[in-house]
């Protein structure tokens, strides 16, 4: 840490004493000057909650706008309940797809301040954009959009003025996600033991935040949307966001920062076109006679330094220093299509161990899916009506929120701190890949819970009138559990999955790490589309409508909870025999510090 501490201390002006000059941050973070950054004067929870308020914020505003606008489509562009799933369908799709291009600009060239700061303009002018044109073209006659007062058809300009709207709205959320989490751990020293344990805790009040933010949308804001006030939920949403925006900025003089480290697929392909054209070179039997950049030299990764790995042994020939990799002086040329430095060469190793063990989120990802779609009609299937208060089905999410937010508490307060004395260890409790297989865990307990209501729900409404349509008897409260225990399982599963991402993925691929998160609940919405389709053709018969038809009083759809449930018992197990071959990253400090990350094991 030499360099960045002579760095660092001739910015400070003389007469403070050792301890109060060696105060740089040890992860290679720089400030807003670009100097490297000052522990005292940057970064640390002034900022980390900056950003959380940001966060909250700007989920306020993105849900103001998804949460309804189904019914949007449909009470206000009239569109049927067919072509209204399909856009809002493509439009989610879209914003995951949207995570993968921010993820990509922020670690390759602009870095995640900019990034976020650039897409959370082109965010709050999305919802400047849909609120005039919903006011101006879309809202006629005055009041229409609620369950009675239909609103007047629409000219080619005000159709063409909304999906504009909403699809800024969707790059700009989507480039801005993937980036504020890492932006926000970026504040925290995980070289620093009492900031890694900052670090550590940010995640789960990222996630909190993020619940908070939607709490709000889902209720208060999603009521005065459903009863037609359109406009002024969308110009609340915009007010939010740019609320979000202003914060953001005024946080600059103490955020610090990461440097871009160039285009990754450009390093990804050197080191696969390395390794191919050396294929028949025989390799030493250590790893000590490989490439690696000089102790001085960062600028690979801006930072640290991966150490080598076994593993995926074809690709350290990447890093075999051959005759023709020199000149006649014996130095290296410095071809990165025929030499890549060992740190390069990890970089891809990193990402291929990362692969198994995100595709087992994605099967946790169809589980979370269904309390926006199936857990929602079931809901609309039971007794609704409480003291003549209707509650509306959707609004039972509200239990998930509250169970994340009990459950946080609970986890970082009370089993956190007991993991780690009955491991003997102060420092670290369950890993982050035990508390995704909790996650995992809880999940089919969810499942199980959703199926033991859904078959008491069939057995009133058989007792009911099996082939109508009314809701049964069977009190919606009934599905609490099921939404707590889909709380809990966020809890360990997706905060687990921000930190893992975080941690396990190289200095320059941050972003891209948290991207994977968001990637992995979009194709949790496929594959659950997909698996409903696949259920509805095998179980559809001429006497059966099938285990989901339009009227769940004659179908199974506890049949189908208790298939997830299983497909996820069966995930577990897969997942526990990835996480088992899984090997941690493992760093050297910034340039010099020699320091090897702890194994997770589960």
Partial sequence: MANCLEICNENLQGGETKEEREVCTLDGTIDWHGQPAIRS?????????????????????????????VLFLTRVLQQNNAD??????????????????????????????????????????????LSITSQLFLIKPKGCGDEDTPCESHSRLGNALF????YLIALGNGGYQPNIATFGADQFDEEDSTEGHSKVAFFSYFYLALNLGSLFSNTILGYFEDEGVWALGFWVSAGSAF???????????????????????????????????????????????LYSLDAKDCSMNRGRRILHTHGFKFLDRAAYISSRDLDNQ??????????????????????????????????YSVVFTQMASLFVEQGAAMKTVVSNFHIPPASMSSFDILSVAVFIFLYRRVLDPLAGKLRKSDSKGLTELQRMGIGLIIAVMAMVSAGIVECYRLKYA?????????????????????????GAS??????????????????GLKSFGSALCMTSISLGNYVSSLLVTMVMKISTEDHMPGWIP??????????????????????FAVYIMCARWYKCIKLEGKCEENEDLEHNKV
Avoid at 343 to 349: A, D
Avoid at 490 to 507: K, R
Wanted: proline share 4%; charged share 15%; glycine share 10%.
């Fill in 84 to 129: 209204a799933a399909n856009s809002v369908s493509k439009w989610t799709g879209t914003v995951y797809i949207f995570s993968l291009v921010g993820a990509f600009l922020s670690d390759s060239y602009w870095g995640r301040y900019k990034t976020c700061a650039i897409f959370q303009i082109i965010f709050v002018i999305g919802l400047v954009s």
């Fill in 330 to 363: 014996g130095r290296g040329i410095g071809n990165p299509w025929r030499l890549c430095p060992i740190t390069q060469v990890e970089e891809v190793k990193c990402i291929l161990r990362l692969l198994p063990i995100w595709l087992c989120t994605i099967i």
């Fill in 163 to 166: 999906y504009l709207s909403i």
């Fill in 550 to 571: 339009g009227n769940l009083n004659r179908g199974h759809l506890d049949r189908f909870y208790f298939l997830l449930a299983g497909l996820t018992a069966i995930d």
């Fill in 243 to 289: 609320a979000a925006l202003v914060l953001f900025l005024c946080g600059i003089p103490r955020y610090r920062h990461f440097k871009p480290s160039g285009n990754p697929l450009s390093r990804f392909c050197q080191v696969i076109v390395a390794a191919a054209k050396k294929s028949t070179v025989k390799m030493p039997a250590s790893g000590d006679e």
């Fill in 41 to 69: 004067k940057s970064g640390g929870w002034v900022a980390g909650i900056i950003i959380l308020l940001n966060q909250g914020l700007a989920t306020l505003a993105f849900f103001g706008v998804g949460v309804n606008l």
């Fill in 462 to 486: 058989k007792g009911d009138c099996t082939h109508c349509e009314g809701s049964s008897s069977l009190s919606i409260f009934w599905q609490v559990p099921q939404y707590a225990f889909i």
């Fill in 490 to 507: 966020e809890v360990f599963m997706y905060v687990g999955q921000l930190e893992f991402f975080n941690a396990q993925t190289p200095d």
